[in-house]
C-alpha cells in the first residue's frame, strides 16, 4: 500500500520514468542485492536520462533538421578537405562558446548541408539551442514578416539562437532589401552566437555576389574573419549515391 502511494506522488510530480524504476527495483529477484544507495542512485539515474532524452528530443525538432545528421558520420578526408582533428574540434563545441562562425564551401553534393546539420545536431546534444534555414526561404519568410508585422519578433528569434545554420548562401542573387535583413540578423548575432554558412562559392567571391560594395563589406566583416573555414573538394556525394557507388 506504501508502495502504490509513493508511486502515485511520483506520478503527480510527473516523474513518471522515476515511479516505474521505484516499481522495477521493488520486484526485483531477492538474489539481485544492491545497496540503498545503488537503489536510489539508479532509480535517479533514470528520471535524469530520460528528462536528458527529451530535452534533446525538443532542441532538435526546433532546430528544424532537413534530414538527420551528426558528426561521427561526416566522411574524414583531407583530400576531401576535411579530416578528424577538424571534425574533432568542432565536436567540443569550443568554437560555440567563443561565438565562433563555420563557413563550409564546395561545388554541390560536396556534403555541405550535411555538415551543417550535422554541426547543429552537436550543438544540440551540448544544450545549445540551433535553427537551420535555407537562405532562400529565410529571406522569403522575413519578407512575409515584415509586411505582417512579425519582423521584429523574427529577428529576435533569431537572434536568440545560438547555432544558426544558413544553407545555400548566395545560391542566387539577393536584393538590396534581403541583403540588409542579411545584415540585420548578422547584426545581432556578432560576438553574441555562432553562424554555420553553407555555400557553392568560395569566401573570396562573396564580396562581388553581394554587388553592393558597403552592404558587402559590412556583411563578410562580421562572418568571415572569425570563422572556421572548410573548403569541401572530390565529387558529388549524391550523383555516387545515385549510381550506387
Avoid at 561565438?99 to 556534403?111: D, E, S
Wanted: charged residues 25%; hydrophobic residues 40%.
Amino acid at each position: 500500500m506504501i508502495l502504490e502511494e509513493t508511486i502515485q506522488k511520483l506520478l503527480d510530480l510527473k516523474l513518471g520514468t522515476m515511479a516505474q524504476a521505484l516499481r522495477e527495483t521493488v520486484e526485483q529477484s531477492p538474489g539481485n542485492q544492491l545497496s540503498f544507495e545503488e537503489k536510489i542512485g539508479l532509480i535517479v539515474d533514470r528520471e535524469w536520462t530520460e528528462r536528458q532524452n527529451r530535452r534533446l528530443a525538443r532542441r532538435r525538432r526546433d532546430a528544424k533538421l532537413r534530414a538527420p545528421a551528426c558528426l561521427e558520420d561526416v566522411s574524414c578526408d583531407p583530400g576531401r578537405g576535411i579530416d578528424k582533428a577538424t571534425v574533432r574540434s568542432l565536436g567540443t563545441g569550443k568554437w560555440i562558446r567563443a561565438h565562433h562562425n563555420v563557413i563550409a564551401v564546395g561545388a554541390t553534393g560536396t556534403g555541405k548541408t550535411f555538415i551543417g546539420a550535422a554541426l547543429a545536431d552537436a550543438a544540440c546534444r551540448q544544450g545549445f539551442r540551433a535553427l537551420c534555414f535555407r537562405v532562400p526561404r529565410l529571406l522569403h519568410d522575413l519578407a512575409i514578416s515584415r509586411a505582417d508585422g512579425s519582423y521584429a519578433q523574427l529577428l529576435s528569434k533569431l537572434a536568440k539562437v545560438h547555432v544558426l545554420v544558413l544553407d545555400d548562401f548566395l545560391i542566387a542573387p539577393m536584393s538590396e532589401a534581403e541583403r540588409r535583413d542579411l545584415l540585420e540578423i548578422l547584426e545581432d548575432r556578432y560576438d553574441n552566437s555562432s553562424t554555420v554558412i553553407t555555400s557553392q562559392l568560395p569566401t573570396k567571391m562573396w564580396h562581388a555576389a553581394l554587388s553592393d560594395p558597403t552592404l558587402a563589406d559590412a556583411i563578410c566583416d562580421r562572418v568571415v574573419h572569425n570563422s572556421h573555414v572548410l573548403s569541401l573538394k572530390g565529387p558529388s556525394k549524391r550523383k555516387q549515391k545515385g549510381m550506387g557507388g
